[in-house]
C-alpha cells in the first residue's frame, strides 16, 4: 500500500502517523532514537507492506500488465489501491476524507523534525500539494507513478503505466474491494498500536 492506506492504519496521533509512513524512509536511521510509538508505526507498515505483496488477489493484478510493467506490478498495485481507498473512503471510514487529511497533516507536520531528511522533504510536498486528495482523480494517481519512475536509479518503463490500469479498472478495483476488508481485518490481529 502506499501513503494513504498506512497513514489509515496509523493512529489518529503524530508519531503513529509518522512512523506508518516511515517505514520507506528508515534506511541510516537510528531507530534506537526514535519514540516507542514511531516504531509501533514502522512495523505496522512492514506488516502492511508484506500481507499485501503476498495477497493472492495483489498478486493477480501482475497477469493484466504487459510484460514491461509486470516487474513493477506491486509498485503499481500500492499508488492504485490509495486511489481506490480515496474513492471508496466512506466504507472504510466514519470520518470524512477531508478531516482525514487535515488531521493528517497537521499532525505529521508536528514532527517533521524526527523525519529523515527525504521523508520530511516529501511530508512537506505531501501536505503542500495535497498529494492525499490527488489520489481521488485516475489521473493524478498516474502522475505519482511517473514520479516515482523517475525516481528510480534505473531505466524503467514504469511511467506511463496508468494506461494499462485505466485498460484494467474494474478488475483493480474488484481485486481492491476484495482486498482491502481482509487487510483490515489482518491489521486487527498483528497491528502493533
Known sequence: MNYLAHLYFAKPNKY??????????????????????????????RVIDKYTDNHQSVRALKTLLTAERKRFSAVI???????????????????SFAQFRQSSYQQLSLVTNIMPERMRFTVEKMIAQDWLRSYQNINHTGKAIDSISRRIRFENN????????????????????????????YMLSNSKE
Not at 502517523?17 to 524512509?25: P, R, T, V
Not at 498495485?77 to 470520518?95: G, I, M, P
Open 77 to 95: 498495485s500500492d499508488v492504485v489501491f490509495d486511489h481506490f481507498l480515496a474513492r471508496h473512503w466512506d466504507k472504510f471510514s466514519q470520518q
Open 158 to 185: 514504469l511511467s506511463g503505466a496508468i494506461d494499462e490500469v485505466k485498460m484494467h479498472y474494474g478488475e483493480y478495483e474488484s481485486a481492491f474491494l476484495e482486498f482491502f476488508p481482509q487487510l483490515q481485518s
Open 16 to 45: 503513529s502517523l509518522a512512523g506508518n509512513l516511515m517505514g520507506d524512509f528508515t534506511k541510516g536511521v537510528d531507530l534506537s532514537l526514535l519514540p516507542e510509538s514511531v516504531l509501533n508505526g514502522i512495523h505496522n507498515h
